[in-house]
């Protein structure tokens, strides 16, 4: 059975930082490219960022460019994403995904999802 389990999430000041960490369970992780998505109250799913299986490309939302960072440790199946300088617009639950074909920001591309971090991002 495949897990996705998200964490790290919380409150932060505006211009803070938060880690957010995924671990996946049940899938061959050095398989399966992995990425983060946002949900704000009243809007759609946003692709934030994302990560080929072994780590060497990434992709970022324009959002998240210069901003955000997603890395992972293969060895220990699991995501990360280092948000500095957050914003309020930054407030969302924060998805990970495992995906295996169409590597990129389209959440039609993966097929585990976790529940979700909450970040909320006081002004």
């Known amino acids: 059975q495949v897990q996705v389990v998200e964490s790290g999430g919380g409150l932060v000041q505006a211009g803070g930082s938060l880690r957010l960490s995924c671990t996946a369970s049940?899938?061959?992780?050095?398989?399966?490219?992995m990425g983060w998505f946002r949900q704000a109250p009243g809007k759609e799913r946003e692709g934030v960022s994302c990560?080929?299986?072994?780590?060497?490309?990434?992709t970022y939302a324009d959002s998240a460019k210069g901003r955000f960072t997603i890395s992972r440790d293969n060895a220990k199946d699991t995501v990360y994403l280092e948000m500095n300088n957050l914003k309020p617009d930054d407030t969302a639950m924060y998805y990970c995904?495992?995906?295996?074909?169409?590597?990129?920001?389209?959440?039609?591309?993966?097929?585990?999802w976790g529940q979700g971090t909450q970040v909320t991002v006081a002004s």
């Open positions: 049940g899938l061959n992780f050095d398989l399966y490219h």
């Open positions: 995904a495992a995906g295996r074909i169409n590597w990129g920001l389209s959440s039609s591309s993966y097929n585990y």
């Open positions: 990560i080929s299986s072994v780590g060497i490309w990434k």
